[in-house]
């Protein structure tokens, strides 16, 4: 189980939640439906849907981000759950899930999951990361590690970023109708001029915890260095994300 720290998350991470307000004007949440967040972080999302009078249950594998959106939004249903694994009786209208299916190795459980949970004419709206989705930073990170003699454990690389394709597949081996799915480039801002470290910090601290703090700082301004030629902008650090996002139906 990975460690996240939600404060950080929170302060220096908005732009993932920010991100995902249009894909719950896609959602189109309605009131008295029962939606389902499926990697719902510290719960702002989960928040924004239940102002349209939706009953909104969120899970995370995260115990720490579960506590966050707890505190937050006491009057909501959040619980430690994780997406490979979790089960709900056919209860829920819609599923939604934002920048969280790529931390799930099993993405075929995770979409049947999802499916199952679903009543008859439900929906799943979701976003996540797909192919070519940060490879600049993956790319720099196996660099510096060869050249700092960092050791890189390809096994605890946290992501799987799918084809269109694959993730097709996986809806339609679940049982989906597909309404609509596409791959597409998102250049992603991130914030202020520590922005990539925070971004490593927050995102790929866990490949790196059997490090010490010297060798993460090293690490950390190595790959700072690298990368700066293609992702540091007039503004800033820009992130090389792709995403994939698609509306898919249960029969």
Same mark, same amino acid.
């Not at 605890?156 to 597909?178: C, I, Y």
């Not at 950390?220 to 260095?225: A, G, L, M, N, W």
């Given at each position: 189980?990975?460690?996240?720290? +939600? ?7 908005? /732009? ?9 004007? %896609? ?8 939606? %389902? ?22 899970? *995370? ?24 694994? /979790? ?29 199952? +949970?679903? !009543? ?5 709206? +979701? ?12 790319? +720099? ?9 960092? %050791?890189?454990?390809?096994? $605890? /690389? ?6 269109? *394709?694959?993730?097709?597949?996986? !809806?339609? &081996?679940?049982? /989906? ?31 790196? &915890?059997? $490090?010490? &703090? ?16 293609? !992702?540091?902008?007039? &503004?800033?650090?820009?992130? *090389? ?11």
């Amino acid at each position: 189980m990975m460690n996240w720290n +939600a404060e950080l998350y929170d302060k220096k991470h908005k /732009f993932v939640s920010n991100f995902g307000e249009d894909l719950v004007s %896609l959602l189109h949440p309605q009131r008295g439906e029962h939606i %389902l967040d499926v990697g719902c972080g510290t719960g702002d999302l989960a928040y924004e849907i239940s102002k349209s009078g939706a009953t909104v249950t969120g899970i *995370d594998a995260a115990q720490s981000m579960i506590e966050a959106a707890q505190e937050k939004y006491p009057h909501m249903h959040f619980s430690v759950q994780d997406g490979e694994s /979790f089960s709900f009786e056919p209860q829920f209208h819609a599923v939604f899930s934002n920048a969280a299916i790529h931390w799930m190795k099993n993405q075929q459980k995770v979409v049947q999951n999802c499916f199952d +949970a679903l !009543l008859p004419t439900g929906r799943f709206v +979701a976003e996540l990361g797909g192919a070519n989705n940060i490879q600049s930073i993956v790319e +720099a990170m196996k660099t510096t590690s060869d050249r700092l003699s960092i %050791l890189y454990d390809e096994t $605890l /690389f946290p992501w799987v970023f799918p084809t269109k *394709d694959e993730m097709s597949k996986h !809806l339609e &081996n679940a049982g /989906f109708t597909m309404i609509t799915i596409k791959h597409y480039e998102r250049p992603t801002p991130l914030v202020g001029e520590e922005g990539l470290r925070n971004w490593l910090e927050m995102f790929s601290n866990h490949m790196f &915890n059997h $490090l010490t &703090n010297d060798e993460k700082e090293a690490l950390y301004s190595e790959c700072e260095r690298i990368l700066r030629p293609q !992702l540091y902008k007039e &503004n800033g650090w820009v992130a *090389d994300y792709w995403r994939i996002r698609f509306i898919a139906q249960k029969p």
